[in-house]
């Protein structure tokens, strides 16, 4: 059973970016130059550039990002075993964060009781 109809919100999220483009068409139109930057040189090519968005996406926690970015990633031929590794990165960067910013916590700790 699936968390979510990931389909559906697929739907949904473009319908909502479409709404917030005729209303602010410039925001829309910056985004698109930002994601399309990206891409620009070919270097990564598409497969690896939407791996890397996959594992953002989970980083940044946007539902959003995780429908278009998983269609895209298939879309780019891109496993399911690949899918999993990029996430594994993701899992561990996350962690690396928390044990990187655990240590502000005990200096913030040291500072107070000084």
Known sequence: ???????????????????????????VKGYQALSAASGKTGLLGAKVNELISLAVAVTVRCDGCI???????????????EIAEALGTATAVNAGAALVYSTRVMDAYAAKTA
């Open 1 to 27: 059973m699936s968390m979510l109809d990931w389909n559906e919100y697929h739907k949904q999220v473009l319908a909502g970016v479409g709404e917030i483009g005729r209303m602010s068409p410039d925001t």
């Open 67 to 81: 429908a278009v970015h998983t269609a895209n990633a298939i879309r780019a031929g891109a496993t399911r075993d």
